[in-house]
């Protein structure tokens, strides 16, 4: 018989090998601070972004009093902190001592000017929104065909309002010319 392991056992494995490794137990990691909530425990919860990818910080409330200013949106900073498994989700995430600040990141800065910009052509302006319908009969969806975000999508808004026509806009995601794609779709 073939020797099978519990979801339990595979995800206690992996948090032991992250446990082990002398990098991860200590490490400095430099990003922009996305998501961030302060949880009701006193927990802050936030994830650290770059250019490329993103990574699940959480700062439990015990270390957070180390901390010398209000963490938000868009700061860049560096977090020391260890690298290690939430078993119960068996997802990685950091698990931050200490945050340093490290002035705005690239990417917050970026979206603050374009903001601005945009509210300079009066892009923003209340004559150009239209209202939202209480109860809306066509939705205009732009993403990938394949994959799990479209299904998901379909499955819940069969299950919360069956009547809903969907309209697909095909679209690249990720990756060079994904915007473009995109805004295609939104035009």
Do not use: W
């Amino acid at each position: 018989m073939v020797q099978a392991y519990s979801v339990t056992q595979i995800n206690q494995y992996i948090k032991n090998l992250f446990t082990k490794d002398r990098i991860l137990n200590h490490i400095y990691i430099k990003g922009e601070v996305s998501n961030c909530k302060y949880h009701t425990s006193g927990h802050i919860y936030f994830t650290l972004k770059d250019a490329q990818g993103q990574l699940a910080c959480v700062m439990f409330a015990g270390q957070r009093r180390g901390l010398t200013f209000r963490l938000e949106e868009g700061q860049s900073v560096v977090v020391l902190g260890t690298v290690s498994v939430y078993e119960r989700d068996g997802k990685y995430q950091l698990y931050a001592r200490e945050i340093m600040l490290d002035g705005l990141g690239k990417l917050y800065e970026r979206y603050e000017k374009l903001k601005m910009q945009l509210e300079s052509e009066g892009l923003f302006d209340r004559s150009h929104k239209k209202p939202i319908p209480s109860y809306p009969r066509r939705i205009g969806i732009v993403t990938a065909t394949t994959g799990a975000a479209i299904q998901d999508i379909i499955n819940i808004s069969r299950r919360r309002n069956p009547y809903v026509q969907l309209i697909l806009y095909p679209a690249q995601v990720q990756g060079l010319g994904a915007a473009e794609s995109v805004a295609r779709g939104i035009a």
